[in-house]
């Protein structure tokens, strides 16, 4: 069974290229040929696994995503990118660069001040709903591989301080 969800921010996100931009950028977002923003499926696929592991259940953990390196899980997690329609429109259009902002932080000292040398310069992308598709998913394990979507609720780099809020929903099952 095919589950074809949407994946829609709801702030600004972060999801690492592990590349910087010099002197412009400590970190920049992860994008592809066209210059267009998505998050791997490796990522959906480890942030669905916590989920899993959460809901106890070891046999759909095992089953749909493997087990310590020693087994392979049946279930593939393609990449969420920009729908086809709209993806043609913005690289028609050059629109890449509206797609994205960055934002400043620093680290202040016990005594208040600017740590001297903490500026940090993230690239962002605005908030988007990306598409994206999770195969071969055994026909009984299809509520907890839902259930496990739907509990992820951030995602990517400082998550924990505001950014990447996001909600899975499923459009189909096939």
């Known amino acids: 069974m095919t589950l074809k969800y949407r994946l829609e921010f709801f702030d600004y996100w972060h999801i690492s290229s592990g590349l910087s931009a010099g002197a412009k950028l400590d970190s920049t ?31 759909f953990v095992e089953k749909c995503f493997g087990s310590g390196g020693e087994k392979m899980g049946e279930c593939y997690f393609s990449n969420a990118v920009i729908s086809e329609s709209t993806a ?6 050059k629109l890449q660069d509206n797609l994205y902002d960055v934002i400043a ?25 990306l598409e994206g598709t999770v195969e071969d998913v055994p026909q009984h394990y299809r509520d907890n591989m839902l259930r496990s979507l739907k509990m992820i609720k951030r995602m990517g780099l400082n998550r924990n301080r505001g950014l990447g809020r996001c909600a899975f929903s499923v459009e189909e099952a096939k």
């Open 29 to 59: 977002v992860v994008k592809d040929s066209e210059g267009l923003p998505y998050v791997a499926g490796k990522i959906i696929k480890g942030l669905s696994r916590e989920m899993a592991e959460l809901l106890a259940k070891p046999e």
């Open 88 to 93: 043609k429109q913005i690289v028609e259009n």
């Open 105 to 129: 932080s620093t680290q202040i000292g016990a005594n208040g001040i600017a740590v001297d040398n903490s500026l940090r310069e993230i690239e962002v992308v605005v908030p988007l709903t």
